[in-house]
């Protein structure tokens, strides 16, 4: 593999670059997770379609508890 930084060739199974010590590993495996991620979230961004009235009504409900609990405790004091 080639070094991003500077383009000295190393080993493919070097961690960092022999010539100027780039990490050479991580960016290659960064490249992977980053196209791993990003089927994950395209598949979240359409099950969030689906679920947009549920998250408002989540937020709802917990806007509702926190009013619920604040006139409690002011009728309290
Ligand atoms: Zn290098």
Same mark, same amino acid.
């Given at each position: 593999?080639?070094?991003? %930084?500077? +383009? ?12 100027? +010590?780039?990490?050479? !590993? ?7 997770? =980053? =196209?791993?991620?990003?089927? /994950? %979230? &395209?598949?979240? &961004? ?8 549920? !998250?408002?009504?989540?937020? +709802? ?10 006139? /409690? +405790? =002011?009728?309290? /004091?």
């Amino acid at each position: 593999m080639y070094c991003p %930084n500077c +383009g000295a060739e190393n080993l493919d199974d070097a961690r960092f670059c022999r010539k100027c +010590g780039s990490k050479l !590993k991580i960016e290659r495996k960064t490249t992977y997770k =980053t =196209t791993v991620d990003e089927t /994950v %979230n &395209t598949q979240q &961004t359409s099950q969030n379609s689906n679920d947009g009235s549920k !998250k408002w009504i989540y937020i +709802g409900c917990c806007c509702l508890s926190l009013i619920i609990l604040w006139i /409690v +405790g =002011t009728l309290g /004091v």
